[in-house]
């Protein structure tokens, strides 16, 4: 259920029978020569509809731009400063928990966010409470990063080993595929290395320093559509999991 | 070409030969019982695509919530404060000049966007003079209204005359209805009354108070699917013209 | 009744009988060769003063400085950031609001404050709602760009005609020679060209290169203070209008 | 000379032979029940005008609302929350440093604007050290508090002894009686006591338990215009002299 | 070597020799009926200073209090919004790089602070690249959470198991009996339950909820601080390590 | 009785007798050849800590950057823009009303500080008033500047009469000595010339340049720890007071 294609009288209804909403939240970034820009707010988006769409349950707008300050030496990467996403995330559950929302699952598409989600969690949570808002003491948040779901990184390692990498990963890449199977792109030579290098970074011109084509890690050659369909299945089970255990309980 | 499905060499490429793009800005906020909540920013980003293609021009992420305070008191509104707007204008903007991008057309799907969108606009300019930016003086703004095109608002004068509205229009409503044929909302009852009230407001609770039902002066049981997809075409042909217009000028 | 010649106890007393406030919001910036720097504040003012006083309502301190980025390539301008703006007028209802105003008529001088000033009213809307202020809900905005109202426009045009150009513009500174009569500059040859251009504009620079001597599309030679006198008694009772209609409204 | 009331061609050759300017910055404030609240305004304006007259120095437009927190719980008094009275005072300066303005005096019509008057001085000594501006280690800025110049503190311990006070003082409501004769409030009652209190203060609330007319140990009804013209002659004097110590040294 | 022990002229030789500093970071927060509130500040201090003196590396002062929102409902507990740590952060850095220092090495004494302490690396990083600072492209940031180190780990296993907890632990609390031993609480009755519980938890008033004395999961009656001196020759060795690395990569 | 060497339970039980609580605030920051970067911060750490032992005072963990921009180009010198520092000063402050603390005495080691420190009391007075916060008009604020009590000064003056200038202070270098004796710098040659100049400055250049090696006016060669350790006693009787009076007046 996607509150973009639901009117104000459904969310008032649906705030009747729950108070819970999947937020995903991803980032407009380089993912190497074959990887799209849009991967990570993409596949967020498409594991959170899912799993709202069988759960029953709210799936709010996605936050599309991320924390990617370290991919900005590659054209078309896109960054909110941190101290941006923290206002963006505040604003974004402030409304919600003005309508009555209090339980907010983010399904995450990029490990650069997670530091400034968490702060985020943090700045609200002041805020409330100074505030002495109804929502304060009763607004709960968690985060299913699919990419490291138990599942998820289990059918990675059996299906690509150590060229799953950790940036343009294959997982991802497969995922792209199998919901985008018209944009894969076309490389005119093989990625070379097959494997990318990966090092420890410290901002945006170190960061390309040493990953010159943007991978980190992975061979994404060995990515699929086919590969990316079970992936989906898997991480939307995951995501499902994580947001019945967010709202049940007490 | 959507910014997130295009490698990062592909933007390089891109930038080779143009520095326009298009954003798509819209809003999550109620429009009435038969309108859905994300109308502005899908209607924005259809549009921004739409053009994109026939354009070849670059289309970036959609900017999908927006400055709708007065809409809050309808649940499953959202919106930024107009701060925060300007900080995600500006670092959007701001990731983009960093790679080259100069010129950006934005296509605005919500009508109390505009302000802040200016505000942000200014924001910008006088922050990358005064650093000394290399964009500095070379950045140009520019946005289409989709709903308030010349053909477009000829086209809703002679479908709905008066009943178009303001809000919960009849034109876009029936875009959403091309546009996402299977969530056309099924009403229990038709709206009542059948035009809606419109009426100048201060603040979300006058909002509410002198438009019950969240429209503002429109009849939206006019639209369609067919006239969707007319203005569909109309609205790409008028963004396509501002785009050209902003990206060729000297 | 101006708050600044009143005492407390004064105010106290209006505040039994009215909640209303007229603000002048202006700007300090070029107006070209034969225009005052201050021309934008010093009307806004005076026509603020003007209602102020045949109407018997309080009139805040003038907010002098505007949203003037792009005029800053001339010597002199001056701007707030349109975040120190918003800062401003949030500031400046907030202290008014503790005190029991309610309604606040801006009457504005610069059409470059628009935008801002807007997106100022929504971030008080929100922060008034969300703090649960006694005032959120009962806050009500209005704005009157003096030169726009009806009438003066009627004058402009039939005084002017298409000289009356936009920036600049004869209106504004035939008010300027009303109000300071001692202070009509003096210039060594006439303006060149008589009518200045008119052209769509992108930043500062930008404006400075297709509007060389600042002004836009204006011969001001046709100002006078005859016209300017007739101009500031049209200009008040527009605001007048817009006081009443605000202040009376339910 | 007042920025105001000059053209952007009168700036330009002015900057030509000087880079000073004067800043009136004053507040809006209670100043008891025949102070009139515009007081620190609108003196320090008048000593900044009158000074910039005889010395031919530029005169910016009023800063006319200050920190004033402490005087909130008076109707009527306006106050900048700091972070706000620091940004404003940034910007105003930043503009005028764009076009080559380097000496900055600031004359004082309020003693609780002196602490944030000064913290925005280094915020902006920080800003443009950081970002490498052209104006870094040559902006200068001083600040003549116009009631406590050592000739108009002589005069007014000569003329008023300790029923002076420290707010809503003799000295000041002098002054306006000279500047707005018309505008003297009139009294139903002498002032009870004739000398008001003189208590050490926290905060809003506790200044008015402690001092409950709004004065803090005046007698203000020993003031006259007459003391007003003598004061205002002594401050302009003071002022020049401040102006001339800022503008000559190397 | 401390920095605030040590003369601007010592400053200025070391950077000749170095550009890396160790800063220590910590919080100020409850640590159950047992554990002194600067904890995690202090023992952070120790491991920083002790690692400096033997490396003969420059060590900043402290960052004392830390992101701690979710121990707000316990007395004494002290913290910054993320928000403003990432202010905090963003100073201290900048004004080091401004002299010279590039590699910073944070020694951190508690859990919560990571996530906003990488969102302000990448906040920093962000603005030095749009300023075009010098230090753009060279700062590099580490940071050694004392408690996770390996060999600490490996301590903690033998020396505690299960009952090292996760809050208010057996180690840290050691690490203070090891440096403060004068100021060990004395508690009227055993801690009850012996080991804490150990749950997620959401917001201030939950962690409560959760956790009604403070701790987590841990039995800080087997701390000594015998255990805390081997400890501190361990954190300080992990720490001695994770500076070289971080300081020797080129 | 450090609040950083306490159990939230002793929190809870000071609570119950006092809401006074003791702020140790300094500077990290030049203090010419011989003295220490640290001085600011550590000197009145001790004071406060000296004091609350003596009172049975609770004393918060201690401040130790302050606004130092003006020390900014001298190597170490560290700095908080004064928005960071207020930023610093609220969360600080709220964190401990939160749990019903109420008068703060901030005893302070560096003049740059009094500024920002005054500025950061508004700010909060206003949170509090506006949030409705239970704070609000029951917080008080004092600030004891150590080296400016009656008696510090007259000890000063008999001791080292003009030659304590007013930065690297003979006093505060006695202090130090006397509190960490094992740091005395020792200098290759004497300080020259021996007494400092002492000038206006404006801004970090302009200090430089007037006070070459960072002292300004001091021949802090008379400095010695048996000075300072009767400027401790001295020192930590006058913040005694301080705090006497700030926590029993009604
Ligand atoms: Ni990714
Ligand atoms: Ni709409
Ligand atoms: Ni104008
Ligand atoms: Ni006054
Ligand atoms: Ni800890
Ligand atoms: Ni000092």
């Known amino acids: 259920m996607r509150l973009q294609l639901r009117t104000w009288p459904d969310v008032e209804g649906y705030l009747g029978t729950s108070t819970g ?94 530091p400034t989600l968490q702060s985020a969690w943090y700045e609200i949570h002041a805020e409330l409470r100074q505030s002495g808002d109804a929502a304060a003491g009763a607004v709960r948040f968690g985060v299913q990063n699919w990419w490291s779901g138990a599942q998820v990184k289990a059918y990675a390692d059996e299906a690509f080993g150590a060229a799953e990498g950790s940036h343009a990963t294959c997982t991802e890449i497969s995922l792209m595929q199998f919901l985008y199977p018209d ?5 005119a030579a093989p990625l070379d290395p097959a494997v990318a290098p990966h090092h420890t970074f410290h901002g945006p011109e170190h960061y390309r320093a040493v990953h010159p084509d943007g991978r980190i890690g992975s061979d994404p050659s060995l990515a699929s559509a086919d590969h990316g369909g079970r992936l989906f299945d898997i991480a939307v089970m995951e995501a499902m999991a994580a947001y019945e255990k967010l709202t049940t309980a007490e």
């Not at 944009?183 to 490389?187: E, F, I, K």
């Open 183 to 187: 944009h894969a792109p076309v490389l």
């Open 21 to 114: 909403i999947i937020v995903p939240i991803g980032s407009t970034e380089q993912h190497g020569p074959s990887g799209l820009i849009g991967t990570d707010a993409l596949c967020a988006e498409a594991i959170a509809i899912g799993a709202g769409e069988r759960l029953g349950a709210m799936v709010g707008p996605t936050i599309n731009i991320g924390m990617a300050v370290h991919h900005m030496a590659f054209a078309g990467s896109m960054t909110y400063r941190p101290s941006t996403l923290i206002a963006v995330i505040r604003d974004y559950v402030m409304a919600l928990t003005a309508h009555g929302f209090r339980r907010f699952l983010f399904v995450n598409g990029h490990g650069g966010n997670i």
